[in-house]
């Protein structure tokens, strides 16, 4: 699966994005779908999952403020990004690949990210 992310931008604190992951490919209603983000220096982390049955796992720092969501039939994922902050500052990727266990294991392909800045 080829992935390309879109939908970055400058916003203010507390303002909203939308950021849609694009894929090719026939696998991509069967893979989980990650998203993640990295700052310059750091590493980068998970933000969210959407599994190929619509389950949903977030880490702590974006529950209640972000939503991953899918359209298989677009081969598109979303994660709609509200109430940002300037921590959340970083390049963003999504990723396919496979969730067992509570974990997500990506895969090989992550594609050109998207910056998004928040300003304070």
């Known amino acids: 699966v080829q992935l390309q992310a879109s939908g970055g931008g400058l916003v203010q604190a507390g303002g909203s994005l939308r950021l849609s992951c694009a894929a090719s490919?026939?696998?991509?209603?069967?893979?989980?779908i990650g998203w993640y983000r990295q700052d310059p220096g750091k590493l980068r982390e998970l933000v969210a999952v959407?599994?190929?049955?619509?389950?949903?796992d977030y880490k702590d720092f974006v529950k209640g403020r972000f939503t991953i969501s899918r359209d298989n039939a677009k081969n598109t994922a979303y994660l709609q990004m509200n109430s940002l902050k300037p921590e959340d500052t970083a390049v963003y990727f999504c990723n396919a690949g496979t969730y067992s266990g509570g974990y997500y294991y990506p895969g090989r392909s992550w594609g050109q990210g998207t910056l998004v800045t928040v300003s304070s």
């Open positions: 959407i599994t190929s049955s619509q389950s949903t």
């Open positions: 490919g026939s696998t991509f209603s069967i893979s989980a």
